[in-house]
């Protein structure tokens, strides 16, 4: 049974930072792309980051270049998101996916897996 949860969020002000985590179990990081997405209210869920092949490859979404990381551990089978300069616009739930192949890697269909998700709130 494959399980992705996620933890780290929380609330900051803006400007800070915040670490998220999805520790993998069944699944391996190393397979296709770990992604990380977000949804705000109202809004679709989108992609963020995401690390495939087991790091070879990362892809970020314009929104957060240069501010946020994405990176994997791959004894611990966990992905990470490190999130530095945050703005209010970043305020959303984030959640943990796996799955999707590397050309897909911000389709959220094409992901197979999710985690349950963690609220990250940035105030201004």
């Known amino acids: 049974q494959v399980q992705l949860v996620e933890s780290g969020g929380g609330s900051v002000q803006a400007g800070g930072s915040l670490r998220l985590s999805c520790a993998a179990s069944?699944?391996?990081?190393?397979?296709?792309?770990m992604g990380w997405f977000r949804q705000a209210p109202g809004k679709e869920r989108e992609g963020v980051a995401a690390?495939?092949?087991?790091?070879?490859?990362?892809y970020y979404d314009d929104s957060v270049k240069g501010r946020f990381t994405i990176s994997r551990d791959l004894a611990e089978n966990t992905v990470y998101l490190q999130m530095n300069s945050l703005k209010p616009e970043d305020t959303a739930m984030f959640y943990c996916?796996?799955?999707?192949?590397?050309?897909?890697?911000?389709?959220?269909?094409?992901?197979?897996?999710w985690g349950q998700g963690t609220q990250v709130t940035v105030s201004a």
């Open positions: 996916a796996a799955g999707a192949p590397v050309v897909f890697w911000k389709t959220r269909t094409k992901y197979i897996y």
């Open positions: 069944g699944y391996s990081v190393r397979v296709n792309c």
């Open positions: 690390i495939c092949l087991g790091g070879g490859n990362i």
